[in-house]
Every structure is written in C-alpha cells, then in structure tokens.
C-alpha cells in the first residue's frame, strides 16, 4: 500500500485507531469510495468565476459560493439546468452532472460574467457511469 | 467650442431645432452639452416657467455591507434633499436598482421612504429588480400599463420622456440588452413626432458603451439610437455604474447618475465593479441626487448632479 506513516498515523487517530489496513485503503483511495460523490468547487470573487473552466468526471456535485459583497446568479447558457436563484454574499448553488459535455454558463444578473464546465466521462473500470 | 466638432450638430441644426413644440418657447442645449452646475444654489436661479424633474437611481433599499450599512438610511437623506429642494420637481424618474434583492419587503422600504417626496415617480427596472424566482414583483408595483419587461413613453411639458428596459433576459457573454420587440416599439413610438420635440431616454445600464469588461454598456443599443438621429435633442438619463458620467456624441447628450446606496469605482479603477469601501466621512460625497431642468428662454439644459453631502 502506498499510504505514508504520515497519512496513516493521522487516520489511525481518526478511525480512533480501531480500523483495519484495508478499511484505510477504502478511506483514501477515491476509486474505491463508492459511497462518496465527487464534488467539485467554483468560487465567485471580483465579478470572476475561478476557475473559469473546470473539469469534472460526470456524477460530479459542482458548487458555485458567491465571495462577492453584490449577489450573483448560475445560468446554463443552452438551458442544459435550472437556473439558480440569486447568490447574495456566501450563498451557494449546486448541480450535479451527469452527462459528459462541455457546458457554458454565465452570471444572468451580471452576462459578462462566462464560465465553463467540462464533463467527461467517469473513467473506465468503475461500477457507476 | 462644441458648435464647432465636426461630429456635432450644426449651428444651423441647432436654430432648427430650437422650437419647442406645443409652446412657441425657444429650446437648446447649450453648444450641445447639459451644464452640470454641482452645487444646489444656483438651481435657484430657474426660471418660474421651466420644466424640472428629479433622477433616482439606484437605490439598492435592503444593502447592509461594508460599503454602506445603511442604504435605506442614505435613501431617506436623498429624499430629505429632494423635499429641501428650492423649486419642487414636476415628477421623478428612478433608473433602476430599487431593491437590492427583489424582495417584497425592499420594494415596500423603498416606496415607504420614496413616497415621502409626494412625487409622481416614473420608474425602470434595475437588473436588482427583477431576482424574485418569478420575475413579476417589479411588472407587479411599477410597471402597471407598461409593454414587454416594462417600456413605456409619456409626454410632459412638450419633451417627450422614453423609459426602456435594458436589464431583462440578458445573454450570455453580453452586455445590457433591450431586445427587437422593444427596439421595433421605439421606432413606432417615436415615428410621428416632430423633429424638434426635446427627448429624454432613461433605462438603467448606461445606453453608450463606457467599459465592457465591467458590463457598462448596452449591446443594441445603436440601433435603438438610430430612431433618434434625427431628433435635435435627445438626452440619455442612466444609472448601474453608481457616478456621474457625461459624454456628447452628435445630438446626443448621455448622463449617468450617483446612486443613494454605494460608490463604484471609476472605470478599470479596482479589481471589480462591486460596492467600494470608502472612509465613512466620503460616503456621502459620493452617493447623490440630479435634477434635471428644461430652461425655457435661456437656451440651456441643465443637469444638476447633487451629492448628499458636498
């Protein structure tokens, strides 16, 4: 197993030390986590979606958080999902995607604002697509 | 002198133009631009027959960050000014922006304390106005009797007054958009009046292009323009960039207001176009009120730009 002393002393102490080697491999190797659903994360800073593109496997739960002191709003630009309600300060916004596509958004309060999501597919060998 | 731009109308354009309809009185801008006087006093210098009217922009009622903590308590200072002002306004034009949030409770605050100026208000949406999930609040309070998102047209002292939509139904990409339904009802709307009827155009996002990287601007808005080339006076009243800008281009004088609620930074000027924080004892210097005034026989339209504190 490739898990350094450093990691695994530190699941140890929060498996309360009681875990079995394999049970840590489950913890930590995301292929193996099957209950835990991707996630992936846009921050809304200075009117500007960072990352402006962001990459995901399909399944993956993408987050946008709006940073900003004026509200924001997620729009697919093709309609591909519901839009979001307006963003005020530390709002945030979720859609989970499930079809491997590129999908282009913008803030619809403020269209200037464009962002990119690209979906590929879940990678070969996996249970779920 | 700005009679003599090549781009500018011509003096004898001008002469031409000067007539103004339905009341025989002599009409100009002065060599083509609105004076900003900048200081309340000299309004009191109007005439008893001139036409003024009061810009509210921008009021973002239900804001509470750093920026300004309080921009219902500025709204209310605004309105205070507006009620101490020397000659009473015939009516008020807000560009937009009433609430922060579309909320019922915001729009109620703003009419709470708008209201308190006993003045007829001729409103525009802001894109702030439209986030409710149904987008009907605004159309609901404000736009009774209007076209579309809330267009509409109406007559006062002879000018006729244009309020647009550029703030619905925005595209990807884009800028402030007003659309081919209401571009197409511009040019019918405009289509029978004389060419020397004094016009004033107000929407929110300013119709000229100032800074696209930050959204200031209206992608179609030249078309809609185009109807009015042939205007002799044509007035643009906007808002959304929170302080006052002025270009001339032709016939055509374009203004933006300050706002009551926070301060934007000039153009490029900061990482964003988002509420700028400046020391408290600036604030008001930098949110405000215009007063607009047709003055009849001194050839001359003013725009008066007054900070809630100079």
Redesign the interface.
């Known amino acids: 197993m490739a898990i350094s002393n450093t990691v695994r002393s530190a699941l140890i102490a929060a498996a309360l030390g009681a875990a079995t080697a394999t049970m840590l491999a489950a913890v930590v190797i995301p292929t193996s986590a099957q209950n835990v659903a991707p996630a992936g994360a846009v921050s809304i800073d ?3 979606f960072t990352p402006a593109s962001l990459t995901v496997k399909a399944g993956t739960t993408v987050t946008w958080t709006n940073k ?4 924001h ?1 997620i ?1 697919a ?1 093709n309609n591909e999902f519901k839009k979001s ?2 963003l ?2 530390d709002d945030s916004f979720s859609f989970t995607f499930t079809t491997p596509g590129t999908y ?3 803030c ?7 962002g990119t999501i690209v979906v590929e597919a879940a990678s070969g060998g996996n249970a779920t697509q | 002198m700005e009679s003599d731009r090549d781009d500018g109308v011509s003096r004898r354009k001008v002469l031409e133009c000067m007539t103004w309809a339905g009341t025989g009185v002599l009409w100009t801008i002065s060599g083509g631009v609105p004076h900003s006087l900048g200081i309340m006093g000299e309004a009191q210098a109007e005439e008893s027959k001139s036409l003024t009217f009061l810009q509210l922009s921008d009021s973002h009622v239900g804001f509470d960050k750093p920026a300004n903590p309080n921009a219902l308590g500025t709204l209310e200072e605004a309105i205070v000014k507006v009620n101490a002002l020397p000659k009473k306004p015939a009516f008020a034009i807000h560009t937009g922006d009433i609430s922060h949030l579309s909320l019922e409770s915001q729009f109620d605050d703003a009419d709470r304390i708008i209201s308190q100026s006993h003045l007829d208000v001729h409103y525009v949406p802001g894109e702030h106005d439209f986030l409710d999930p149904d987008q009907k609040f605004y159309k609901d309070r404000y736009g009774r009797g209007t076209k579309g998102a809330g267009w509409y047209s109406f007559d006062a002292s002879g000018v006729h007054f244009i309020g647009l939509v550029n703030v619905f139904n925005l595209k990807a990409g884009g800028l402030g958009d007003l659309g081919a339904d209401q571009i197409e009802w511009l040019e019918d709307d405009v289509k029978h009046l004389s060419a020397s009827t004094p016009i004033v155009v107000f929407a929110h996002i300013p119709l000229w292009t100032i800074y696209p990287d930050w959204g200031w601007g209206t992608d179609d808005a030249a078309q809609a323009l185009s109807y009015l080339k042939r205007f002799g006076s044509v007035t643009v009243l906007n808002g959304h960039i929170h302080q006052v800008m002025q270009k001339v281009e032709g016939n055509v004088t374009f203004h933006t207001a300050r706002s009551t609620a926070f301060p934007q930074p000039a153009p490029g000027q900061g990482p964003s176009p988002g509420p700028m924080k400046v020391p408290d004892d600036q604030l008001r210097t930098m949110l405000g009120i215009a007063n607009v005034t047709f003055k009849q026989n001194e050839q001359r339209l003013a725009i008066i730009d007054t900070p809630l504190k100079a």
């Open positions: 200075n009117f500007t900003d002191d004026i509200p709003g729009a630009a309600r307006a005020d300060t282009k958004y913008f619809y309060i403020h269209p200037h604002m464009v």
